[in-house]
T-cell receptor, first 113, second 111 residues
């Protein structure tokens, strides 16, 4: 069964450094998402992306965050200058359409030191 | 009032029991309702997807949506130790697909 894959599984970065999290969505899906889950807290929406542009973003998704689909298969989340509070699991998801079920990857655990 | 509320548990049941998991919500605009299962150190895995009110059954799983009460449920019949996981409810109203998640309920099924 097709699945969403994320790399790396664990990323350790110094505060203030840039980090790029990578995702390969399911190949025929058109909508792409990033969510994060701080330890012990809810899964929170960050951003949705369709037709090469952001369709919706949350308050969390400030100017330090950006997303990109650099080619036909990858979808990336960049954090420009990481903060301690960015430490979390980051999940990528994709769906065929915006109101269709979303399928998640296994996440990247981001640890900011 | 939180947008989506879910009792975090933990909920412990013997193998073979019927499990009932629930979420309440405050936003009457929600139209799409999902249940995900999450094992430790894994991503959410879609179990059930429902549009609007009603029931949906898939094997041992039944999802119910009562929009008048703003209440959704997931029933697991003949629960197995392999069902031990965290169960997340999620909802959406938007064509952009933004999901609002509950806290998740941790379930343990004891052999």
């Amino acid at each position: 069964e097709p699945e969403v894959t994320q790399t790396p599984s664990h990323q350790v970065t110094q505060m203030g450094q840039e980090v790029i999290l990578r995702c390969v969505p399911i190949s025929n899906h058109l909508y792409f998402y990033w969510y994060r889950q701080i330890l012990g807290q809810k899964v929170e929406f960050l951003v949705s992306f369709y037709n090469n542009e952001i369709s919706e973003k949350s308050e969390i998704f400030d100017d330090q965050f950006s997303v990109e689909r650099p080619d036909g298969s990858n979808f990336t989340l960049k954090i420009r200058s990481t903060k301690l509070e960015d430490s979390a699991m980051y999940f990528c998801a994709s769906s065929l359409q915006g109101n269709q079920p979303q399928h998640f990857g296994d996440g990247t655990r981001l640890s900011i030191l | 009032q939180k947008e989506v509320e879910q009792d975090p548990g933990p909920l412990s049941v013997p193998e073979g029991a019927i499990v009932s998991l629930n979420c309440t919500y405050s936003n009457s605009a929600f139209q799409y309702f999902m249940w995900y299962r999450q094992y430790s150190r894994k991503g959410p895995e879609l179990l059930m997807y429902t549009y609007s009110s009603g029931n949906k059954e898939d094997g041992r799983f039944t999802a119910q949506v009562d929009k008048s009460s703003k209440y959704i449920s997931l029933f697991i019949r003949d629960s197995q130790p392999s069902d031990s996981a965290t169960y997340l409810c999620a909802m959406s109203w938007s064509n952009t697909g933004k999901l609002i998640f509950g806290q998740g309920t941790t379930l343990q099924v004891k052999p």
